[in-house]
């Protein structure tokens, strides 16, 4: 669901006031600027943030986001939901990082691939970790009334079955209570290949919130252009 102006302004058409309604959204309201003008632009925001949206749909199909920042330098991107609220109704992602915030596109454009060794596992393809014992549930009830499991028969005779139909299995190791283990866990970061890619990530725009537009979720070209596009490697989504 990509959301713009004619959605916009059919989702207004549809309710009673025509210039001014909830959208069922997290207490997020949509309300056009100018409520007697059938062009106006139309906002997506909170009431209690005074006017200020956080985006504006055009009727040329462009859109406007901006994260203003409070007189006392609080930017009201440092909020999930403003983040979420600008990625879900511009389509484009909200980044933050070190109280920096970035956008990224779909689709952005990757930097080259950059193959090395695993810094997880020491290139080694094996981490430590918790070896756990697993619970079955494959017991069935048979003719004599007692619980069996078939996949495993060694259960029986170890009183282990339950009337529920569950046993637990000892580990590979034999134990039935869980473990540490050193240097035996395939590596979740490299899937045990010791390499890992660590370049091909998508390329980001730093953004300091103020009003930019936006064609598609994309930011237009001249704008883009006086952004710091950048491969920010430790950037992630930062809940709260
Ligand atoms: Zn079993
Ligand atoms: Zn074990
Ligand atoms: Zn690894």
Redesign the pocket.
């Known amino acids: 669901m990509f959301y713009d102006w004619d959605w916009a302004d059919r989702f207004l058409k549809g309710g009673r006031k025509k210039y001014e309604r909830p959208l069922y959204d997290r207490g997020l309201r949509i309300w056009k600027t100018n409520k007697w003008d059938a062009d106006s632009d139309i906002n997506v925001g909170y009431t209690w943030n005074g006017t200020t949206p956080y985006v504006t749909y055009h009727k040329d199909g462009t859109t406007t986001i901006q994260g203003f920042t409070y007189a006392h330098g609080w930017s009201a991107l440092r909020g999930y939901s403003t983040r979420f609220t600008i990625q879900r109704y511009a389509g484009i992602t909200v980044l933050q990082r070190n109280f920096k915030f970035y956008l990224q596109e779909d689709d952005a454009p990757l930097s080259p691939p950059k193959i090395q060794g695993c810094r997880t596992c020491a290139q080694s393809g094996l981490v430590d970790g918790w070896c756990w014992s697993r619970t ?1 549930y ?2 069935k009830l048979n003719a004599d009334g007692k619980m069996y ?1 078939d ?2 028969p060694e ?1 029986n005779y170890i009183g282990q079955l339950h009337q529920y139909r569950w ?1 637990s ?1 000892p580990c590979p190791h034999g134990l039935s209570d869980g473990h540490p283990v050193t240097k035996e866990l395939v590596c979740s970061t490299c899937k045990g290949s010791k390499k890992y890619d660590y370049g091909s990530k998508p390329e980001r725009m730093l953004w300091n919130g103020s009003p930019l537009r936006l064609r598609d979720g994309k930011v237009i070209k001249s704008a883009a252009s006086q952004l710091e596009r950048m491969i920010a490697d430790n950037v992630e989504f930062v809940i709260g």
């Open positions: 079955c494959d017991g499991c996949t495993h259960a046993h299995v």
